[in-house]
């Protein structure tokens, strides 16, 4: 069984800092393109970033600049440092497992919240 557990969430003040980690049992990393995602309330969820199994990494815009998505295959986990956090930023956070043709996994979300 596949699970994705998201950790690292909480509250921060603007122009702080996060890490959010994503760790992988029953799947083996390195196969996968692996993505956070958000979803703030009463929006739809929005792609974060994204990280290739070669380790090429995308952003969106909006956080292109501030926050780094990493991962390490030897410990299954996946991470999003986030800096310079915004208002904007307060969402869910979940981590996505993706493969083709159609595979795709994802966590339950952690909980950022940017508030002074």
């Known amino acids: 069984q596949v699970q994705l557990v998201e950790s690292g969430g909480g509250l921060v003040q603007p122009g702080g800092s996060l890490r959010l980690a994503c760790a992988g049992s029953g799947i083996s990393f390195r196969l996968y393109t692996m993505g956070w995602y958000r979803q703030a309330p009463g929006k739809e969820r929005e792609l974060v970033a994204t990280?290739?199994?070669?380790?090429?990494?995308s952003y969106a815009d909006s956080v292109e600049g501030r926050f780094i998505i990493s991962r390490d295959n030897t410990k299954n986990t996946l991470y999003l440092q986030m800096n310079s956090l915004q208002l904007e930023d307060t969402a869910v956070y979940f981590c996505?497992?993706?493969?083709?043709?159609?595979?795709?996994?994802w966590g339950q979300g952690t909980q950022v919240t940017v508030s002074s």
């Open positions: 996505n497992a993706r493969r083709q043709p159609a595979t795709n996994y």
């Open positions: 990280i290739s199994r070669g380790g090429s990494t």
